[in-house]
């Protein structure tokens, strides 16, 4: 069975989005650019014919791709989301204990995660590490540049 792919309303509707953008606008695209190749002559030959037809067979494979993680997408109930522990959704602002500096990360589904916006995805080692702890606790995440003592400063959402 498949895995369930938790998403946020927005982050359905972009995906939603770009699959009905792939159908609409890109499959006829390489649709004409392999009929244009076609009528160039010769197939066997044909180098144009060839890369568009490479290139259909690459946008038909994102678009299956998109069109399982939309239907094995579940939206994320916000109004259920806990405040006293670390889950999905929340911004947690952490206290790096060795630095003593701040940050604060919102944990969010892969398909949405976007670290410049301070959005970590709920599988990486920090969000893994903050999973479930709550406001005051002290966790020892493993970062690639070792192991960092983390203190849980805030929770919301």
Known sequence: MSEVIYVTEDGLQKLRDE????????????????AEARDKGDLSENAEYAAAKEA??????????????VARSRIIDESKIDKST???LNKVKIRNKS????MEY????????????????????????????????????????????????????
Do not use: H, T, W, Y
């Open 99 to 102: 630095n003593n500096s701040v």
């Open 19 to 34: 699959l009905d953008n792939l159908r609409a606008v890109e499959r006829p695209m390489i649709s004409r650019q392999i």
């Open 86 to 88: 670390v889950s999905i």
């Open 56 to 69: 259909q067979g690459m946008l038909e494979m994102k678009i299956s791709k998109l069109e399982d993680i």
């Open 106 to 157: 919102q944990l969010v589904p892969e398909s949405e995660a976007n670290f410049k916006q301070g959005k970590i995805a709920v599988s990486s080692p920090i969000a893994q590490g903050l999973m479930g702890k709550k406001v005051g606790d002290v966790v020892q995440i493993k970062v690639p540049s070792g192991i960092i003592p983390f203190e849980i400063v805030e929770i919301s959402i």
